[in-house]
């Protein structure tokens, strides 16, 4: 059984425009999954969606079943969106103090989470004085202390600097496996060798489903942000089982 | 001209983030500010904007006649309070007694998005808002363009018209970023901040193209067509994918 399945999914603006048109999407126990697409093309709403936050929306009107089978953790594209607490360890704290977790547990919990990421040198620190960068790493770090058992993750790496940048990467690539992932991006460069699956989402519909040298045709086509080499490449109509996809 | 001279920064019980800074722009370029998080590349701006009163120093925009500076900031959210982007994109024009249909148009369409023109910013997706953001600096026609990480969330498109449409303004644009790629295609100069202040300050190539200066160390990544031009031995590296792609089939 799919740890995540969306069947037929439509989501509806406020001017009745659908944003989201019967996309069906299914995600295995540690599969890794790229959500890829232009802007506005429905990617955030999607993960929104797989994650049970657009019911109740004002304005949208969503049909379709989406069905999970295990937990969720969702880290927000905008990192604000979901930091509550003054202080760092108090904010990832939170989730846990939620679910009823021992104190000593949440600690212990926080603490090999934080080196895992490598981020324990922001455990005292106030959220406010953070930077952008260091607010993605501390809601990620708020959502891996959960454990869940899916990660979505909504431009995980939008407005990093090239190290916590590395950081977000290997987090990815040490999870892998371990812990389903649905990772949105649209400047895909550092992902197309990381991923099992890609669902390409073109103006709200599925466009391309496949492996990432399946889809990048598709890629291409949705104004996805490909790595350089890839550009060249698909540009000069070389084969593609012989186009980079990294570089 | 922009002339920065002797620039200290001190945050309230926070930590001193320039000491002397020191740089002048030419008039009409595009300077990247680059950088690891945290070594004040979005306060450069705030203080450039006026935001900020510089603790020590003073930056000096043309010759100080009440120059205008638009300044779009790194959450785009920040930036958006009409009922609709058209409202949005009218606000700075209409503050200036500028030609207000004609300056959101033009701004619209330059970074095509006029098919949002009615729709509630708010409502619309964070590369979407982004630029509308950056449409309602452009309608403005200041005399210096800042823009806060103005690529994040952008898709191949966007990221294309935003550059190209920055490429034509003929007015200062100082653009805080850690698009390496971006920086390398469209911007005339870069200056690299770190802790200890300014790092390093030149042409686009002599800083993102140069072997010897380390940028992993300061939270930024090699340009990929630089690392492309590197790996098949050509020099200088092309500045987009065209134009690698004409160096190859001339090579043949």
Known sequence: MSLLAARDVTVTGPDADPILQNVSLSIEDGETVLL???????????????????????????????????????????????????????????????????????HELIDTWAERLSVTHLLDREIAGLSRGERTLVALLGVLVTEPDVIVLDEPLAALDATNRSLVLDTIDSLRGETALLVTEQHVSPLLTRVDRVLVLEDGEVGAMGSAREVLPALKRARVRLPFSTQVALERDVPIEQVPLTG | MIEI???????EDGPRVFDGLSVDIESGQTIAVCGAN????????????????????????????????GLAPETPADGLFAATVREEVAFFPKNRDLDVDTRVEGALSALGIEHLADRTPQNLSEGQKRLV???????????????????????????????????DLSETIMLVTHDTDFAWQYADRVLVLSEQGKERYGTTSAVLADPEFDLGAHGLRVPEAVTWARAHDVDPPPRSVGAAVDLLEGSE
């Not at chain 1, 993960?47 to 969720?72: A, D, H, K």
């Open chain 2, 38 to 69: 945290g070594t004040g590349k979005s306060t450069l701006l705030r203080l450039l904007a006026g935001l900020l009163e510089p603790t020590a120093g003073r930056i000096q925009i043309g010759d100080g006649d009440d120059p205008s500076v």
């Open chain 2, 5 to 11: 001279t002797d620039l200290t920064f001190e945050y």
């Open chain 2, 133 to 167: 953001t950056v449409a309602s600096v452009l309608s403005g026609a200041p005399d210096v363009v800042g823009l806060d990480e103005p690529t994040s969330g952008l898709d191949a498109e966007s990221w294309r018209r935003l550059g190209e449409r920055l490429a």
């Open chain 1, 36 to 106: 890829a697409g232009g802007s506005g093309s429905g990617k955030s709403l999607l993960g929104l969606s797989l994650c049970g936050l657009l019911e109740n929306r004002p304005g949208l009107s969503v049909t379709g079943e989406v069905e999970r089978s295990g937990s969720v953790g969702l880290l927000f594209q905008d990192p604000r969106t979901q930091l509550v607490r003054e202080r760092v360890r108090s904010d990832v704290a939170f989730g846990l103090e939620n679910r009823g977790v021992a104190p000593e547990r949440i």
